[in-house]
Every structure is written in C-alpha cells, then in structure tokens.
C-alpha cells in the first residue's frame, strides 16, 4: 500500500508539471484516491457526479445564500438597535441620578456653619470591618455605588466593558480654563505638562498662586477654588505632574526619573515654560505635595507665600496603608494596575461620598494605561517619607517665606493635633477651616478655604 500511495504522489507531481489546474483537480478529490490508487481514477465520476461535487465545493467558497446574508443583516441590525436604545436609556438614568445628587448638595450650608447628616460619613470610609491587604476596597461609597451596576452588567453592550466606559469619560475633564506644555524630560525628551489657568496674571497684581497636588490626585480637585480665587482677582494655576491627569504618562526609567530632584525640577521647569516668574504655593495631600513645599522653601526668591492644606507635616507621621502598599514587594504589582484605588482613596479621607463625575476624573488616567500606577510605584520606592518630612520641617522652622497651614478638621488620615503643634514649633500661622472639611478640603469646602486663604494671598 505505502509503494501504490507513493506512486499516488509522484503521479500527482507530475500532472501538476504538466498543467497547474491538475493540483487543483487532484486536491479537490482527495478523497477518492485510496480507492483507486491514481488520479485517473479520481476522475471515473460520471458527469452528473462531478457536477454535483463541484456544486458543493462552489457552495462553500461563496458564503452564504441571499436570504441567508438579509437574515443576518436584519438580525445585526435588530441588535445595533438594542443597544442603542440600552445605551440611551442608561444615559438617561445616569443624567437623573446626577440631577439628584446635584439637588442634594444644594442642601450643604453656604455659610459653611455645619453640614447635612445625610452626607456626612462620620465614621469615614475604612471601618472596622476593613479587614486584610485589600480589605479596605470595597468598603467606601464609591465602590458600593459605581461597581455593582447590575444593568450594565446584563445589558445587550456586553456590560462591564471597560472600552466603553474609557470612551464615555475619555478628555471630559479638559475643561475651558486647560493648558499644555511642554518641559524637558530624561535624557532630553519632551514631557507634556498639562496645567489648568484661572485668573488674569498681571504686572504689579497679587502673585499667581501655583497650586500642587498630592499622589493619586491631579489639577481636577483644585478647580472650584480657582474659580472662587479668580473671582476675588487672585490668578492661579494648577499642574498635572508627571504621570497624573492629562500629562505624560512617562515609561518609569525612561522618560523621566521619580527622584527627589527630578520630581522637584518640575516645578522650575513649568513655570519656566509658561513664563511666569513668581508665586504664592499652595500644596496639599502626600508626597508631590512635600516635594513641592520643599522646592518652595529651597527658592525662596520664586515663592512669595506659602500655603499647605491638609498635608503631612510632623517627621513622625506616618504613611496611610493604601500608600504603603506601593511599597510592598508583590502587591505594589497590583495595587498599581487598580484603576479606582485613586477615589478611594482620595474619598477615604474626607467627609464626604465623592460625585459621579469627579470620581470619573480620578479614574480615567487609570483606565487608560498602566503607567500612571507605575509611576506611583517608582515615586514611593525612590521616596524617604521621614527624611522628606523631616528636612522640610527643619526648612520652615529656619525660612523667611510666611506661610499658612489652612486645616480641614474631618481628615481621616491627618491629626489636627500634629497639625496644631507643627505650626506652633515652626511659627507658622494655623487656621481651622469652617465647616465639616476633610483630607481633600479644596474639594469638600472650597469656600472656607478661599476664605480662610484670601487675605493672605493678597498681603
């Protein structure tokens, strides 16, 4: 049998030298060729035989039939249809809870004197029952609220699609008063800064007040207050670091380096790109925030003033556990890739349940790539958190810069005791916010900090 197959073959080699088309009448009756041990006999079909065969074969390399392609032309269209109308309808609900939740912070005291128990959390966010490395996750109200959207999750879309829910809040946070430049990053390559600008910066007029965030947030939690700030004439602006909002997301190593000197170069380099001179500061939150009070008080002759909002201040304070996490072998893995570990946490510190649409602002540099989270990873291992603190406690105790610490009493992260004996050992003025302002107090009262801030900016 294997000498008949081989013969079988050589035959076939043959006829295809002989004439291409015989290849393909040869493969196309394959099958008949163990019974009759050459291609002459694959072809003793009848004529009605071979015209049936062929038939089959032309069936299958022209698809499907008219009726069949209108069958599932209607049937795709049937489906667009659906999920259009699911996508309307959850848009239209979406748009009614965010009306609600609008209505609702009407009910916040303008005269900042107390806040309604229906948003206070007085407990917090990382209750007892926290428990665990990740424990503390779902255990805020951003995650009870935005995870579990049942909905969605049955929806004709192929809920919980996270390409969707990109599209749905990708760039709403550029806003009108938005800004992009760019600085020189490592080894020469551009990192665009994106920064935000309220306020007319004039010759003469009160100093702009550079205002820099904390790890995990970006330029979005400073918004209200600018607008409040421009309204009483004091100019400010407000910058994504590296890595944060709307900047570049930089490959760790590569693009840039987050070291103490080059997180801290930043700041020179923006405002040396935007070509402004001199400025009040005005920082909050942990990390880039002691980086940015450190440049300040290290170029005394670029900062007229000097602002903090909540921000650790005492060497001996110590890092919350989520922060701590980015400094853990394994986990700090994880923890990077988690694209709503930014609300949480920012929430987990104040009075407050974070809006919809902030906690989207938080979340969307997250979603969109992992170099955000990286960047978080590479900051905290090159951070000496005690040493950091430490030598910006020994700056002010000695600086001639006046400076401010405006402190939301809420904070769940921050004492307001440490606080208190931080302003009295350096001789800084402190200032209790009115009203029930925590960790992100630009956020949860921007009045009572405009108004505890204003005359000070404009000394």
């Not at 959390?121 to 805020?140: E, P, T």
């Not at 405006?406 to 606080?419: E, I, N, P, T, V």
């Amino acid at each position: 049998m294997g000498t008949g197959f081989r013969s079988v073959l050589l035959v076939g080699v043959l006829s295809v030298a002989a004439s291409p088309s015989a290849l393909a009448f040869c493969v196309g009756n394959v099958p008949s060729l163990r019974g009759t041990g050459s291609c002459h006999g694959a072809n003793q079909f009848s004529k009605t035989e071979r015209s049936g065969r062929s038939s089959r074969l032309g069936s299958l390399r022209m698809g499907w039939t008219p009726e069949e392609r209108a069958r599932r032309e209607a049937a795709r269209l049937e489906r667009e249809a659906r999920i259009q109308q699911e996508r309307a309808e959850r848009q239209a609900a979406l748009q009614e809870y965010d009306r609600g939740f609008k209505e609702g912070l009407k009910t916040k005291p303008l005269d900042l004197e107390a806040a309604a128990d229906d948003f206070v959390m007085k407990d917090g966010n990382f209750g007892d029952n926290a428990k665990g490395i990740f424990g503390w996750a779902n255990n805020n109200p951003s995650s009870k609220n935005a995870v579990y959207d049942t909905e969605f999750i049955q929806s004709a879309a192929g809920g919980g699609n996270v390409g969707e829910m990109m599209i749905a809040m990708r760039g709403k946070g550029k806003t009108e008063e938005s800004r992009e430049v760019q600085i020189e990053g490592a080894g020469g390559r551009p990192l665009t800064i994106y920064y935000r600008q309220m306020g007319t910066i004039t010759e003469g007029g009160p100093a702009p007040v550079l205002m820099c965030h904390g790890v995990l947030d970006h330029s979005w939690s400073w918004r209200e207050l600018m607008g409040l700030l421009a309204a009483e004439g004091i100019p400010s602006i407000a910058l994504d670091m590296p890595g944060c909002g709307y900047s570049s997301w930089p490959q760790p190593g590569f693009d840039f380096q987050w070291d103490p000197a080059s997180v801290k170069g930043v700041y020179s380099k923006f405002l040396d790109a935007i070509g402004v001179g001199e400025v009040s500061l005005m920082t909050q939150g942990f990390i880039y925030s002691q980086y940015a009070l450190q440049w300040g008080l290290e170029n005394p002759d670029r900062v007229r003033r000097v602002v903090g909002l909540n921000m650790p201040l005492l060497p001996e304070t110590a890092l919350p556990f989520p922060l701590q996490q980015y400094q853990l072998p394994i986990v700090s893995s994880f923890v990077a890739q988690d694209a709503m570990r930014a609300e949480r946490f920012l929430e987990g510190g104040s009075a407050y349940a974070m809006d919809v649409a902030d906690a989207d602002r938080f979340r969307e540099p997250f979603l969109e790539s992992m170099m955000p989270g990286l960047g978080v990873v590479d900051l905290m291992k090159n951070t000496d958190f005690p040493a950091l603190l430490q030598r910006n406690y020994e700056l002010l105790y000695g600086s001639e810069v006046p400076a401010m610490v405006a402190w939301g009493r809420q904070d769940k992260y921050l004492s307001d005791a440490d606080a208190e004996s931080f302003c009295q050992a350096t001789g800084t003025e402190f200032v209790p916010l009115a009203g029930e302002a925590g960790f992100l107090a630009q956020m949860d009262y921007a009045e009572s900090v405009k108004n505890a801030v204003r005359g000070f900016l404009l000394r």
